[in-house]
């Protein structure tokens, strides 16, 4: 349903967050750090999104608790590249 939406409307940012979160949760970190990656070049990054819709506390931790995972899992663009060849230095 989320990739749907992405597809109808690739301009909305609202099912990013979600789906970042979601797979975060998963453990499918490569495609949360993709999903992010394509979210930033959308919006600039957020520690406490405003799309969240009002929910139970417990939910609202849960999906921020997921969509930091992805930011983390994220490397900012002014990180140096970290390479083998460097690490063998």
Do not use: W
């Amino acid at each position: 349903m989320l990739l749907g939406s992405i597809r109808l409307l690739p301009s909305y940012v609202t099912p990013y967050y979600y789906l970042a979160a979601c797979y975060a949760h998963m453990g499918r970190h490569d495609d949360a750090r993709e999903v992010f990656r394509q979210l930033t070049t959308l919006t600039p990054p957020m520690l406490d999104p405003p799309v969240i819709m009002p929910q139970q506390p417990a939910q609202r931790t849960f999906f921020l608790a997921g969509y930091r995972l992805a930011m983390q899992a994220t490397p900012s663009p002014d990180a140096p590249a970290d390479t083998a060849a460097e690490r063998g230095r």
